[in-house]
């Protein structure tokens, strides 16, 4: 809404549409008008297995979830349990799912229409390895906006922030610094 306040952009895996999602046995428009109902029978039965098939649940977010260092396993092991016990969290993570969902849905032309206009200089950063967005949306995205580039991090999943923030950078700084606001006059 206010492009003059900033002076370049960075998005991580940054879509404007799935363009191949996941295989789901749900289709799409059950999952809308039934998505409270899924996730919550996907948090109960989580409740009732292991402490292992919460985490294993972080597999798809990653290149390789088994190469992070061991204090970052241990740390996701505890976070991602304590999520799905978690009432407050739980019923956040569905709110959001359905909230986003829903907004895609019925805002997607004005977004697109938006970002065709948007000023801003932006690096669109992807993993090579997301499993949860695929990289086929990456083109679609830079080509929506003129003078958009991207960037296909190679060995990194859904998480680069995480997985291999030295990869990221590699390619964030040089965009932050070729677009930085200069002295001013």
Known sequence: RSPARVWALVLLAGTLRLVAPPPSPIPLWTRVLQGARIDRDYFEGLRRGPAQACYDTLKPFYADLAGLPEADRRFLFQ????????????????????????????????????????????????????????????????????GARGALLDGVGHLPQQEHPERLLDRLLPHLQRHAPGPEK
């Open 79 to 146: 976070r991602v349990n304590e999520r799905v016990w978690d009432e407050a969290q739980r019923l956040a993570a569905l709110s959001v799912q359905a909230a986003t969902l829903r907004f895609f849905l019925f805002n997607m032309a004005r977004i697109r229409r938006g970002i065709a206009r948007l000023p801003v200089p932006t690096l669109v950063a992807w993993g090579d390895a997301d499993r949860i967005m695929p990289t086929a949306n990456l083109q679609p995205r830079v080509d929506a906006q003129p």
